[in-house]
């Protein structure tokens, strides 16, 4: 065996194989395990960690809501820049944990967090 002690799967499953646009309001993920997610847009603007956004609940609209640059950043972060200029830095593990399918649901590895 190749990969010695290394966890390969734990690593592929916070890594973006493919990153695409599903309809208007959403993100389609595909992560390096095989695992789809589709992320709206106001969730992912919903839970940006910056200073301003912190403690916000209000649900992002219109602009607010608008990808207008996705790029991803290294491995291990996505950067999303907004139509009302703002700007989102979340790191890959974050943004997998706001997957909703049936399978991250019910998915002890990826607990989903207070909110
Ligand atoms: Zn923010
Ligand atoms: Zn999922």
Redesign the pocket.
Known sequence: MVYGTVVADARDGTRIEKLTQVGRYAFGVVWGDG???ILPHRTVRLVCPCEECEGVQAEPHGAAAEPKRVDLLGEESLFVEWADGHETLLLLTEL?AL???????G?PD?PISGR
């Open positions: 695992h789809d997610s997998r997957c909703r399918c049936a399978r991250c649901v998915e990826y």
